[in-house]
Nanobody, 114 residues
Framework: QVQLVESGGGSVQAGGSLRLSCAAS??????MGWYRQAPGKQRDLVAL???????NYADSVKGRFTISRDNAKNTVTLQMNSLKPEDTAVYYC??????????WGQGTQVTVSS
């Protein structure tokens, strides 16, 4: 059974930085990533990283956010710099096993004040 433990998040002023981490266990993961959902909006991809290290970012975070992973520890980290109020959302870790099964974390709140 896949288990995800998220950490990080919190409140910061615009221009600040936060770091999110997600520790996964229970399987081998092909894709690891972060999504976010603001109030009244759909859940959208923020960043994704493959087991081989290829990355994909939402246009809105390119150049500001960096995703990385440690395959040995099954962790994925999202470094968020130059945060903007529009980055405020609940951030969810999502992993996909090598067999294609997805799992979601419980979500962590990120609040950016202007």
């Amino acid at each position: 059974q896949v288990q995800l433990v998220e950490s990080g998040g919190g409140s910061v002023q615009a221009g600040g930085s936060l770091r999110l981490s997600c520790a996964a266990s229970g399987d081998i993961f092909s894709f690891m990533g972060w999504y976010r959902q603001a109030p009244g909006k759909q859940r959208d991809l923020v960043a994704l990283i493959t087991r081989g290290g290829s990355t994909n970012y939402a246009d809105s975070v390119k150049g500001r956010f960096t995703i990385s992973r440690d395959n040995a520890k099954n962790t994925v980290t999202l470094q968020m710099n130059s945060l903007k109020p529009e980055d405020t959302a609940v951030y969810y870790c999502r992993v996909t096993t090598v067999n294609g099964l997805p799992s979601w974390g419980q979500g962590t709140q990120v609040t950016v004040s202007s």
